[in-house]
Every structure is written in C-alpha cells, then in structure tokens.
C-alpha cells in the first residue's frame, strides 16, 4: 500500500514549554529554521503523486510559520486533506487568513482550571483557547479538542466532556505516549477515561488503548506500519526513517522526493520498521493511528468501529 498521510514539521519553534514535550527542550531543533515555502510546494507535489492523501502541517507550533496559509491553499489545491494542531497563543491573530485553509483542525486543551493548564503547558493560555473557541464558530470551523491525557491531568476529562457537549465539539482523548524517557500512562488513568468512550462527542480511539494495554508495539511481531503509512519531512527538508521521535537516518530531499521513497534504504527501514530497540513498547498516536489501516487484524477494526464513532458525532445532527 502507498503512504496515507505525511507529517510535515514545519518549524520546531514552540511559544509553550509542555511538560510531556521535548522538542523545545532541544536548541538543535528549536534553533532550526523554519522550513522553505518552495520545498513545501515541491514536496507537496510528489506526496500527492505517491498516493499521500492527508498532510499534517506541525511542530513546533505551526501557526509560527509566517507562510502556513499558502502551504494550506496549496495542499488543498492537490486534493489533500489538511490537519493543523495549535495551542491557539496566535489563533486569534491569525483566524481569518487560516478561515477555509483547515480541514481538521485541533485546538489542544488539558485541562479548564487555568494554574492546571499553565502547570501542564507552561504559559498562561487557556483563555487564548477558549477566545479561539468562539472566533472559529464565528468563522464557521468547529474545532476538535485535543486532550493529552497524563497521569496528572486525566480527571479533567469530566470538565472536557461538558464543554464539548456544550458547543458540540469533539474531544479526542490523546493518552500519553511512551518513548524513551516519557512516563507511561498509567492503567488507572486509562481505565477512567475509557468509561467515556461511548459518550457522544468523545473520541477514544480503542485499537491504540488495546495497544497501550498489551505493553505497547512488540518488536518480535510489530504492529508498526510507520514508513508503509507516513512520510515524515523535518523542516530543514529530509526525509527521516523511521519517524521523527526514533529517527535513525535523515535524508536530504532537494527536489527528489518521490525517487528517494523508492530508494533501498527505504526499503530497508520498511522492513525493519517497528523492530528496531527504541521500538519496544511505543505507543505513538501519530504513527499507530495510520498504521492500524495497513494489516486486517483486531487493531484494524476496532480503529475503524472507533473513526465511525468520530464521524457520526462530528458530522450527524
């Protein structure tokens, strides 16, 4: 099967410092510059020629890319569906240029009490989020609530749940993911917020609460599908293998991209994906989500009775 989705970073400058996050944490990456207008435009083209049907434009926070509009208007001009998750610091200031550009679009929340949130993200936010809230209803764009659970924060979801039904939103339940020195959600937290999985506007994906129960990926017989699934661009324009959060290699695109998935190496990451040491016991959304189209099996299923779920709430009065 063709790769389905491309995680693009677009930049690794953040304006949070998220607990559960490092990527601002690494001057090698946050000192990084922004990723080029042209690159996106030519990269853009191959993905959609490779059979990539969906781009997540992403960071860093990627409402900090001056030219993220263009980069919509240009993927959606492709036929692309397009993502984009902010923590709304520059969603008010930047709504009407990204109003009509967004397909899916995210807005992360974690918790509604305002010393609970700022603990968890860093920054004094949370009225940002819910300006953003009402500016996108405004424009006609009901956002999704992205809430990453951690074993702090995860009683919020009671609160989450009564917003979202309020307005009528999604909320997707992000469990804390485990890699390299990220804490594992605990099965006390996940079993709480699993009692909510069949409540209107709440989105549990349960192949990947299946996959955090049974310990995570198996590098004896992995379920991770991330170079079949997902092409991941860094903003510096490489390709890197296997996924961005256990890169083993980056490769340097140019103007090449659609050559370079066809390359050996890749193909040799492809068959060693999920099996390498780091591998052991991941749990990342980002790739499993993809992956769990990409083999007929348990996951398969139960991801796909869970995106059934999401549309009925979102799209069916």
Not at 288 to 314: G, H, M, Q
Request: aromatic residues 10%.
């Amino acid at each position: 099967m063709k790769p389905i989705l491309c995680n693009y970073y677009i930049t690794y400058r953040c304006n949070s410092r998220c607990l559960f996050c490092d990527i601002w944490k690494r001057p090698q990456r946050s000192d990084l510059a922004d990723c080029s207008l042209n690159h996106v435009y030519q990269n853009l083209r191959q993905l959609r020629s490779a059979g990539v049907k969906f781009v997540d434009f992403t960071g860093g926070e990627p409402l900090l890319h001056s030219r993220l509009p263009d980069m919509l208007m240009f993927a959606r001009s492709l036929g692309m569906i397009t993502s984009v998750t902010t923590n709304c610091l520059l969603y008010p200031s930047r709504a009407a240029e990204l109003s009509g550009k967004i397909d899916l679009l995210h807005f992360s929340l974690d918790a509604l009490d305002e010393s609970e949130y700022q603990g968890i993200r860093g920054v004094a936010g949370l009225k940002k989020v819910l300006q953003s809230l009402d500016l996108a209803e405004k424009l006609g764009k009901k956002a999704d609530l992205l809430f990453t659970v951690t074993n702090e924060n995860y009683r919020a979801i009671d609160k989450l749940i009564r917003l979202a039904a309020e307005r009528k939103l999604i909320l997707i339940v992000n469990p804390l993911f485990n890699c390299s020195s990220q804490q594992r959600l605990s099965l006390s937290a996940l079993n709480y917020v699993e009692q909510f999985r069949s409540e209107r506007y709440v989105y549990i994906n349960r192949a990947l609460h299946r996959l955090i129960r049974a310990g995570g990926n198996d590098i004896e017989h992995p379920r991770c599908r991330s170079v079949d699934s997902a092409v991941v661009i860094s903003p510096d324009n490489k390709l890197l293998l296997p996924c961005f959060h256990h890169q083993r290699a980056a490769i340097p695109i140019n103007d090449s991209l659609e050559q370079i998935l066809k390359l050996p190496v890749v193909n040799s990451f492809r068959k060693k994906q999920g099996r390498f040491p780091s591998c052991q016991g991941c749990t990342i959304n980002c790739y499993f989500d993809p992956s769990f189209l990409y083999t007929v099996d348990e996951f398969f299923w139960l991801s796909l009775i869970s995106k059934i779920k999401y549309a009925r709430d979102k799209y069916l009065p």
